[in-house]
């Protein structure tokens, strides 16, 4: 339920479309279409603070025919859909219309769930207990033994009673009513739609052309009188052209008793629409031919709605946070932990590496001899040994470097890389010229807190602390292997004549270019 916000009498035409009504002729969609026009005008929500949501299936060509805003979904994922448009603008009236095809297979799981969460929608599920827009296949409501398309020797299988399935997933209203009655259609959204919370209406339907006359054995005129009982909330549950039919319960059953016209007796079934839900589950279960067949409203409770609980934790986590950016909210916690891609220059060439760089190690002075065995052995190109055990101290690099104090602001960075390489490694270093901290452009780019002022935050809240660094001795084998196994995209060679950056693109077109 939501509240009207305008003062305008709205009238049934303003909420039709312009399109043409194209369902066959005869079929019941007509009056609950009709009463839905009516339902909108009695609320007093104009067209453009209406929301109606359909699956798949003749009832589902709905949203072409208001004049409100719609959308025709996937099959079965309306209630999924119309949740997000609740939670997201909760002060729109929104309504989903499915059948028993699209709502009780495909869609079963989706449909309890928004039934379970109790969101302020309105879910109209049209009941022919047929798969009329495919041509007449048996549904999951078709009565056992009926004789279709895809079960020619009868349906084997028990059919869903969708006000069960609704009680059952805790509901808040759940009523039904049918076609062949339109002042009762109309009455019962009229109902739904003011209450709060999720409300839920089987419509009984009549498919002409595939299904015609699936209800006729309990809503017709000739017959209804004895076979319906109207559910009023406060009365005794009475029913019969005398209104001489009454229904009591022994223990737990249901029973029929009949009495004299207005003499009923005092342990006839009183209804409660907001009794237990073993009675209004009880209630579901009335059938035709041992029991007149329930309708009205089964069940009206209140209970706390969906998205005024989302919003209000909401609130009270941004209440609570002094940051409330995405940023923050990512980075929040103990749970959270950054994944460093390894380099996607070294990948393939890392693994080929990898025993050689370990073995380079581990035989120590002895490896221009382990090398020139390498060399000789069929597996490895010639000379290639040699060059991935070539010292770091031999090769050159171009990468440039930017030296700046810890307390240097980020801004002030920025600018020195802006006006020199951009690509340029930044070198964070202590009074001593000790190396505290290294800073790449990805760093610039992704660790930068929102909100932070660049021309006072120090460049230390973004660097890698403590960098680990190679010696000159080290290897190209052992550089490869130390990038790839970190993620790094560069390392830091240090020796008493400074620091000398080698990328792993230095690292591999010094192999490229040395490699016989």
């Not at 403590?466 to 084998?477: F, K, Q, R, Y």
Request: aromatic fraction near 6%; glycine fraction near 8%.
């Amino acid at each position: 339920m939501t509240t009207a916000t305008a003062t305008k009498t709205w009238k049934r035409q303003d909420f039709a479309s312009d399109q043409d009504v194209r369902w066959c002729p005869g079929c019941g969609d007509y009056v609950v279409l009709s009463a839905v026009h009516r339902t909108l005008a009695a609320i007093g929500r104009g067209p453009h603070e209406n929301v109606f949501i359909s699956g798949i299936g003749c009832s589902s060509r709905f949203p072409y025919y208001l004049g409100t805003y719609g959308f025709h979904s996937v099959h079965g994922r309306a209630p999924a859909i119309a949740s997000g448009v609740k939670v997201c603008r909760p002060d729109l009236s929104v309504w989903i219309v499915t059948g028993d095809g699209d709502g009780l297979s495909i869609g079963a799981n989706h449909l309890l769930h928004v039934l379970r969460r109790n969101i302020d929608v309105n879910v109209l599920l049209f009941n022919n207990r047929i798969y009329g827009l495919t041509k007449g296949q048996y549904s999951p409501a078709s009565e056992q033994g009926k004789v279709t398309k895809t079960s020619p020797m009868g349906s084997i299988e028990q059919p869903i009673n969708p006000l069960s399935f609704a009680i059952a997933s805790q509901a808040t209203f759940v009523a039904r009513t049918y076609d062949a009655d339109p002042k009762h259609v109309a009455a019962i959204l009229q109902r739904a739609a003011q209450h709060k919370g999720v409300s839920f209406v089987e419509i009984y339907q009549n498919c002409k052309i595939f299904n015609d006359g699936t209800f006729n054995a309990v809503t017709n005129r000739d017959v209804r009188s004895d076979r319906i009982v109207f559910l009023e909330h406060g009365k005794p549950l009475t029913f019969g052209a005398l209104g001489n039919k009454g229904i009591t319960l022994n223990g737990v059953d249901p029973v029929v008793v009949e009495f004299e016209p207005g003499n009923p007796p005092a342990d006839l079934l009183v209804h409660d629409e907001t009794a237990s839900v073993g009675l209004s589950f009880l209630l579901t279960r009335l059938a035709h031919p041992d029991f007149p067949e329930a309708m009205g409203v089964f069940r009206a409770v209140e209970k706390p709605v969906y998205e005024d609980e989302l919003h209000a934790q909401i609130a009270k986590a941004r209440e609570n946070s002094k940051d409330t950016s995405l940023h923050a909210l990512l980075r929040r916690g103990a749970e959270t932990w950054t994944i460093k891609p390894p380099a996607a220059e070294g990948e393939a060439v890392r693994g080929e590496v990898e025993s050689l760089g370990d073995a380079l190690e581990e035989v120590g002075p002895e490896k221009d001899s382990y090398i020139a065995d390498l060399d000789e052995d069929e597996g490895v190109p010639e000379g290639v040994a040699r060059v991935l055990g070539t010292e770091l101290s031999e090769l050159t690099s171009d990468s440039d470097t930017v030296r700046v104090s810890a307390d240097t602001p980020i801004g002030q960075v920025l600018e020195e890389m802006r006006a020199g390489d951009a690509l340029a490694t930044v070198l964070v270093c202590a009074e001593d010229d000790k190396i505290v901290g290294i800073v790449t452009e990805r760093d610039l780019l992704h660790r930068i807190p929102d909100g932070v002022d660049l021309k006072t935050a120090p460049i230390t809240i973004v660097m890698t602390p403590n960098p680990e660094t190679l010696e000159p001795s080290d290897t190209v084998a052992h550089a490869l292997n130390f990038a790839g196994a970190r993620g790094y995209r560069r390392v830091l060679v240090v020796s008493e004549e400074g620091v000398t950056v080698l990328t792993v693109g230095d690292l591999l077109d010094f192999i490229r270019t040395s490699a016989p």
